[in-house]
């Protein structure tokens, strides 16, 4: 089976950009998509099939990808931003995701 | 806007059975697939189990396989999980989500239920 490896957190000053990486093998050939999950609330897709944000979601929010990592870039981060994120791949019919990275915005 | 509402959740003991419903509204249940996501307390996200829109295909986690179930009850706009033999480490809050792409399968999770608390203890 495949993991995907997220650090586990990211702190970030006001106005600068947060960057959070994804590793893992599978990322090579698989779309990744990215959660947000706020503290006690259920998570929101923030980006999909590697770097399309859904309608709603600001455009500070941006994903890239490069062979086996992913990546959620949060540019001009704001407080609102504070959150857990996850990231998640298809490995064939099993559903995979990164063990979460916690955004400080300090 | 979509929604998802679940219920069923609660207090089970070791080897006991629960089962898990999720009502949709304000999409078309029937064209979607869905899944069960769950997460411990201060825990990550797990991926549990998914079915297909006609109910067709079920893909489980191997944490699962064997004593959950999903199913679906699309004239009713409803989604299942039937535990058995539940044990501690199920212990979790259990999200349904819909599949973002219609009439496909194994994309992103978009939306997501509110969550429903199973406690396995004796």
């Known amino acids: 089976s495949y993991d995907l490896t997220q650090p586990p957190s990211v702190s970030v000053s006001p106005g600068q950009t947060a960057t959070i990486t994804c590793s893992g093998d599978?990322?090579?050939?698989?779309?990744t998509y990215w959660y947000q999950q706020k503290a006690g609330q259920s998570p929101v897709v923030v980006i999909y099939q590697d770097t399309n944000r859904p309608s709603g979601i600001p455009e500070r929010f941006s994903g890239s990808t490069s062979g086996n990592t992913a990546t959620l870039t949060v540019s001009g981060t704001q407080a609102v931003d504070e959150a857990d994120y996850y990231c998640?791949?298809?490995?064939?019919?099993?559903?995979?995701f990164g063990g979460g990275t916690k955004l400080t915005v300090l | 806007q979509e929604q998802l509402v679940e219920s069923g959740g609660g207090l089970v003991k070791p080897g006991g059975s629960l089962r898990l419903s999720c009502a949709a509204s304000r999409f078309s249940f029937s064209d979607y697939s869905m899944s069960w996501i769950r997460q411990a307390p201060g825990k990550g996200l797990e991926w549990v189990s998914s079915i297909s829109s006609s109910g067709s295909t079920k893909y489980y986690a191997d944490s699962v396989k064997g004593r959950f179930t999903i199913s679906r009850d699309n004239a009713k706009n409803s989604l299942f999980l039937q535990m058995n033999s539940l044990r501690a480490e199920d212990t979790a809050v259990y999200y349904c989500?819909?599949?973002?792409?219609?009439?496909?399968?194994?994309?992103?999770?978009?939306?997501w239920g509110q969550g429903t608390l199973v406690t396995v203890s004796s």
């Open positions: 599978i990322l090579a050939d698989k779309y």
């Open positions: 998640q791949a298809w490995d064939s019919s099993t559903a995979i």
């Open positions: 989500a819909r599949d973002g792409v219609y009439g496909s399968t194994r994309n992103w999770f978009d939306p």
